[in-house]
């Protein structure tokens, strides 16, 4: 039987007037963040990081609140052209991963849907994200790590570390919320001061963040080209 080729659908009128060219929207958006945002605010290393960061959050008063390690872009690139896998505490921050941007086909890993995790949860008395952190450990030496959504993935990354377990290259920390994000990316922010461990890293202060902010902030350091 001969196969039935695909109905093509009708474009429906145009009744709206927007700009509908792919690459257009593109170079236009970056060349509106750039007219409209304080760079100077951000390491000059790190401006195309917050470039994409404001681009994944719509915000272009975002530079107000960002906190860039000077070595974030070095250690962070340096990482990910090694091989180095990028640990996501969120399917979300993983899926908005580009993976034609990685530098060695790098592996993206979220553990969250791991069948240990509830029974970890259940037994620290803590979320299954932060659970989820605890499997890293095999991987979290010299790795890239993504927190967009949890701020008790982030806490439990700090105390992981704290306790003499593995360090990553660097680390994006942008959850997001209204309980605990705001003071877990200060304890990010503060923790070469308050512990002397030196881990380069990037955020952004208070309720801000999300899946999309990290995972573009990835994208940014895994590829110079814009």
């Known amino acids: 039987m001969t196969p039935t080729a695909p109905t093509v659908p009708a474009a ?25 945002s304080d760079l ?4 000059v290393e790190a401006e195309k990081v917050a470039v994409r960061m404001i681009h994944g959050s719509g915000q272009t008063d975002l530079v107000e609140d960002l906190v860039v390690h ?9 990482a990910l052209a090694a091989g180095a896998p990028i640990l996501c505490d969120a399917r979300m921050v993983a899926m908005g991963i580009t993976a034609g941007r990685l530098p060695a086909d790098n592996p993206v890993h979220c553990f969250l849907t791991d069948e240990r995790v509830p029974a970890l949860a259940k037994a620290w008395s803590t979320t299954r994200t932060a659970a989820a ?10 790795a890239v790590v ?25 680390i994006v920390g942008c959850p997001v919320g209204f309980i605990g994000a705001a003071e877990s990316k200060d304890a990010l922010a503060s923790f070469a001061n308050d512990h002397g461990i030196d881990i ?27």
């Open 12 to 36: 429906p009128p145009r009744r709206y007037d927007y700009v509908a060219d792919g690459p257009a929207i593109y170079v236009d958006s970056f060349a509106t963040i750039r007219r409209e």
């Open 40 to 43: 100077a605010r951000v390491p």
């Open 70 to 78: 000077p070595d974030l872009v070095r250690a962070a690139r340096g």
């Open 133 to 142: 952190v605890s499997l890293w450990e095999p991987l979290l030496e010299g």
């Open 146 to 170: 993504a927190i967009g959504n949890a701020p008790t993935a982030l806490f439990h990354l700090l105390e992981t570390i704290l306790d003499g377990g593995p360090r990553p290259a660097a």
């Open 200 to 226: 380069p890293f990037v955020t952004v202060r208070g309720r801000r963040g999300g899946s999309a902010m990290a995972s573009s902030a990835i994208n940014a350091l895994a590829q110079e080209e814009e």
